[in-house]
């Protein structure tokens, strides 16, 4: 078989990729280590900045996120028992954020890559191999059915999140990782349920952080921190409804409905970039080359951009023989990233307890996030953040 682009891993990053490039006949196939339905039964973050929405209009798969998903304008933050209203419309001179699950965007992703007979090879599990990226004709290998399948190809795209392959096969000698580990985890909860709220609470306390997020009108997804020792298995649904009104004011308390569990799970949080991004052939996008913490989900948004600074590349290289996009691909997504990774480590610091300062340093938190809702300066600097920072 023969490609322009081979991409590892059908994720967000992977299936918007695909369909960019072939929204500019480049040639393309997919292979992921998974079932489609696997890939779908995965839940994460729901919160698109406005190049994630162009980009998916860009695709041509933006029609459902439109009618269905929620435009917010605000978000607010919970300290010291009250709520503070974030304006990021006001501050940013009108601009929001769309909350439509990730789920949601594999989904349209998957149906319009179907739509137009594009080959995705699901469920090579762990066999992918790459091979020659170094030189002018990468190969990727699979073995399905028992049998050996060799891909020639142009070029590699390493789509294949956090634990893939495509990170593991660039040469060591090259590779820097940095990586920050947070002392605590995301316990998580979607329930058939109407959201507390028209928007987002982020909750600081001193028993931890809570948030209140939502996938649509009918539709809640509610996380409270919890120690990285805890199971899933530990926690009832009533016990985490309990843990969540703990840390909610009255008033948000009385709103809250509640109802049994559809998913529930426990995500560590950790901060990871991999540096250059790019191995001859072979480049990475989305969390096979950083990972962020939740607050603020800036996750897919960053892998979002990724692929658009790859696809412009590609299609640069294609149409007028220039390789000045793919020189510059590492460095223009690592500026970036950093300032995501920057955003998160930030927020994440601010709004979570952490086991080793103590009262003290519930205390500077709450002095922080009191300077930050009453300086015009400091909710500004957090809405452009939020909202996503310009390209
Ligand atoms: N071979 C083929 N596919 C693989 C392999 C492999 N060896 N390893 C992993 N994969 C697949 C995974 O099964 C997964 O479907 O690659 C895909 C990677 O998808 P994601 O983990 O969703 O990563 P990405 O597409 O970069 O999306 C980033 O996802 O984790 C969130 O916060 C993150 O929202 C962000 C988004
Ligand atoms: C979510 O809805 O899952 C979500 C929303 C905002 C975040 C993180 C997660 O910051």
Known sequence: MRTQVAIIGAGPAGLLLGQLLHKAGIDNIILERQSAAHVLGRIRAGVLEQVAVNLLDECGVGARMHREGLVHQGIELLFAGQRHRIDLHGLTGGKSVTVYGQTEVTH???????????????????????????????????????????????????????????????????????????????????????????????????????????????????????????????????????????????????????????????????????????????FLAGDAAHIVPPTGAKGLNLAATDVKYLSNAFIEYYRERSDRGIDHYSEVCLRRIWKAERFSWWFTSLMHKFPDTGEFGQKVQEAELDYLVNSRAASTSLAENYVGLPL
């Open 108 to 282: 349209d992703l998957m149906d319009a890559r179907q739509a137009e007979g594009l080959v995705t090879v699901y469920e090579t599990g762990d066999t992918v191999s790459l091979h020659d990226f170094d030189g002018a004709r990468p190969k990727v290998r699979y073995v399905r059915d028992g049998r050996t399948h060799e891909i020639e190809c142009d070029f590699i795209a390493g789509c294949d999140g956090f634990h893939g392959v495509c990170r593991a096969s660039a040469p060591a000698a090259v590779l820097k990782t940095y990586e920050k580990v947070y002392p605590f985890g995301w316990l998580g909860l979607l329930a058939d349920v109407p959201p507390l709220s028209h928007e987002l609470i982020y909750a600081n306390t001193g028993r931890g952080f809570a948030l209140c997020s939502m996938r649509s009108p009918s539709r809640s997804r509610y996380y409270v921190q919890v120690p990285l020792q805890d199971k899933v298995e530990d926690w009832s649904d009533e016990a985490f409804w309990n843990e969540l009104r703990a840390r909610l004011d009255p008033a948000a308390c009385e709103r809250l409905v509640t109802g049994p569990s559809i998913e529930k799970s426990i995500a560590p949080l950790r901060s990871f970039v991999a540096e250059p991004m790019r191995f001859g052939r072979l």
